[in-house]
């Protein structure tokens, strides 16, 4: 009757298995315009979670409003960028990165620190003679505090803890990447704002030009010098100008506010463009150099692949011998038997010896190929890092010549613009000549002030990359 009583329990948990295995399936199909509500994973009550609102406020709008309460920092582009770095969620989601990679590493040093643990336990056994073994008619009760201190692990316990610090020092280098990434998009922001709020400049300017040139056509027409014909070109060109004009405010105005956003305020109109010249006395193998030793992403791939490494001996260590000083106080409360042993306090020594153990196996293969797609890791990093310098260099070598050339040529048409104007209020140049000499004014005029800006991000872009920006060279701005 009893074992009867077993095989029932013991079918009854069986199928209490089965059920909720065969519950928890959801079929998905692979076209997303076949997947319909009844193929969407669902909650128990049968509620697609995708078509129930959120009745309270996101966390995130929440944490988004708190950034922005942050205070702006001091006028210029330094105090912008210590705003934005206050602001960055990358940046703060990394250094949170950071303190639970720290949290880990006293976590694996408290593996070395005894393990109490406690019992209260209910034994019911057959009797020692074994001739009814389905009749338990043995029973004991007792509590029990015992504790566990590791000796000697064969180093597992030791590699994880170099483990646990690799990782926090590439969790330490990647914030340190998004730091980097942070600073990059203010100053690129700034320096497109500066370029616009001077490009706005030079095209109002231009108008004015125009506008005098019409009214001296005007005042020629009226002499039988000129034609209606004429002041239509006039015209036709201050339209285009105007059109320009419009486009160069509404970029002004998305930088602006763009900035604002990041940093919470926009550049002075008596800010300048930062210029990065003086850290560029070196060639690019120095800053190739430098980007090996400093450059944060090519250190993180360098510590994962060092976290994988010593991953992979403490997975091997698993394999081997360990040695626990042990130690029990057990206190019976009941017991069946005629007289038993309240053992008290017990103090041991174990030695545990992996004789069976394919998980372990299987866990050191596939640590051994982390490791391995580690390093391959790192020596992409390391490639990405020179294609970018050879590349940014390039770039920034091609601008200064540009630029050089631009400036030449500014100064070239500066001169034909007003020799041009000169010669037609005179009467000895066609108008034609005139729009177009200021044309080719204004269009030198922001070739020149684009290459000037691309130069700067360009700088920023190779010291950010090598390794030794800080925040110390936005003195001057």
């Known amino acids: ?83 934005a770095l206050g602001r960055d969620a990358d940046w703060q989601a990394a250094l949170l990165d950071v303190k639970v990679a720290d949290r880990q590493v006293w976590q694996e040093l408290l593996r070395f620190t005894p393990v109490v643990t406690g019992t209260l336990q209910t034994n019911h056994s057959s009797a020692a003679d074994g001739s009814r073994p389905l009749d338990l008619v043995d029973r004991e009760s007792y509590i029990a505090i015992s504790a566990s201190l590791p000796i000697w692990t064969s180093g597992s316990r030791y590699y994880g803890i170099k483990a646990a610090r690799s990782r926090r020092d590439a969790l330490v280098y990647e914030a340190m990447a998004a730091r980097d990434q942070a600073s990059i998009r203010l100053i690129d922001t700034w320096v497109r704002s500066l370029t616009g709020a001077r490009d706005l400049e030079l095209h109002q300017s231009s108008i004015e030009r125009l506008k005098r040139l019409r009214t001296a056509v005007v005042a020629r027409q009226r002499s039988g010098f000129a034609s209606s014909d004429d002041i239509a070109m006039v015209d036709a060109n201050l339209a285009t100008a105007n059109q320009t004009l419009s486009s160069i405010e509404g970029g002004l105005e998305k930088a602006n506010g763009n900035l ?8 002075d109109r008596s800010a300048r463009i930062v210029r990065f010249d003086v850290y560029f006395q070196a060639g690019k193998q120095a800053f190739i150099e430098r980007a090996h030793r400093t450059n944060p992403s090519l250190q993180a791939a360098a510590s994962r ?75 992409s990093a390391l490639n990405a890092v020179e294609t970018q310098i050879d590349e940014l260099w390039s770039d920034r070598k091609a601008t200064i010549a540009m630029r050089n050339e631009a400036e030449r040529e500014l100064a070239a048409r500066t001169n034909n613009a007003a020799a041009a104007l000169n010669r037609f209020r005179k009467g ?50």
């Open 305 to 379: 692949y060092r976290t994988e490494t010593y991953s992979t001996r403490s997975a091997m260590s698993k394999l081997l011998p360990s040695v626990n000083l042990t130690g029990e106080y057990r206190h019976y409360l009941e017991s069946s038997r005629q007289a038993y042993d309240d053992r008290g306090l017990t103090v041991g020594v174990r030695l545990q010896v992996p004789l069976f153990d394919l998980s372990s196996v299987a866990e050191t293969a596939a640590q051994k190929a982390r490791k391995e797609a580690a390093l391959y890791r790192e020596v």
């Open 260 to 267: 604002k956003r990041l940093a919470g305020q926009i550049p």
């Open 428 to 477: 000895l140049g066609s108008l034609e000549d005139a729009i177009r000499a200021q044309s080719s004014l204004l269009t030198a005029q922001r070739t020149a002030l684009q290459l000037k800006a691309q130069k700067t991000v360009l700088s920023a872009q190779l010291l950010l990359i090598s390794g030794q920006f800080t925040a110390a060279m936005l003195n001057q701005n």
């Open 1 to 83: 009757m009893r074992s009867n009583f077993l095989a029932a329990i013991f079918a009854s948990v069986l199928t209490g298995f089965t059920t909720l295995a065969t519950a928890e399936q959801v079929t998905v199909s692979s076209d997303p315009e076949r997947t319909g509500a009844a193929d969407r994973p669902a909650l128990r009550q049968g509620i697609d979670i995708r078509e129930t609102p959120n009745p309270e406020p996101l966390q995130s709008f929440r944490l988004r409003a708190s950034l922005e309460d942050i205070s702006t920092g001091p006028r210029g582009l330094r105090g912008a960028l210590q705003t």
